[in-house]
């Protein structure tokens, strides 16, 4: 059963705090994302990862960094935590382009209220 | 600027009844069209999807209906459950490009 796990459900910080999101997939997928929901936005991609160490902005990247050391593990910064970055945090993994249609597998999310 | 346009919003159905959610895309480079389910508390879930060489996908009671000229595609779901319930999401995708649509929530009444 392929998984992409999220470290927290839900995360309660406060306005300044530098906040980590961390995310595990156990699929050896090459590319991995981190995007945010909204309800009438839908899902926007933050920052996307098709290599360790490598990583491509994606449409909303201010205020966000990211980290990729290991294959498997894909991180999200929050380095000065401010309150319109209150949302649903969403992590997704994908095979390398051209492997059956790009599915991407997405995390249960993590909801992020910064007060 | 949304590359990927979903309606409508929000969407009611009685149960048996067929459910129709319709998107637009822009970028003719776009070559995969999934449609993802999300259940409240979970991530969203790969539906079903389509390559823009066919016009129609049909999996059980979901059918994706596809038109290239109009740069246009369409999630039916026929006979409509109330376990059916829950937001979809029509996205486009070229290479490790993938845009989402604002998401249409469904709810199913039995």
């Known amino acids: 059963d392929v998984k992409v796990t999220q470290s927290s459900r839900y995360l309660v910080k406060r306005t300044g705090e530098k906040v980590f999101l961390e995310c595990v997939q156990d699929m050896d997928h090459e590319n991995m994302f981190w995007y945010r929901q909204d309800p009438g936005l839908g899902l926007r991609l933050i920052y996307f990862s098709y290599d360790v160490k490598m990583k491509e902005k994606g449409d909303i990247p201010e205020g966000y960094s990211v980290s990729r050391e290991k294959k498997e593990r894909f991180s999200l910064i929050l380095e000065s935590a401010s309150t319109n970055q209150t949302s649903m945090y969403l992590c997704?993994?994908?095979?390398?382009?051209?492997?059956?249609?790009?599915?991407?597998?997405f995390g249960p999310g993590t909801r992020l209220t910064v007060l | 600027q949304q590359q990927v346009k979903q309606s409508p919003q929000s969407l009611i159905v009685q149960k048996g009844g067929i459910s129709i959610i319709n998107c637009a895309y822009e970028n003719t480079a776009f070559d995969y069209f999934p449609w993802y389910q999300q259940f409240p508390g979970k991530g969203p879930a790969l539906l079903i999807a389509i390559r823009p060489d066919v016009s129609e996908k049909k999996e059980g009671r979901f059918t994706i209906s596809f038109n290239k000229s109009a740069k246009q595609f369409s999630l039916h779901i026929m006979d409509s459950q109330p376990g059916d319930s829950a937001t979809y999401f029509c996205a486009a995708s070229f290479t490790n490009d993938m845009r989402f649509g604002a998401g249409t929530r469904l709810t199913v009444k039995p």
């Open positions: 997704a993994s994908s095979r390398l382009q051209g492997a059956r249609y790009n599915e991407q597998f």
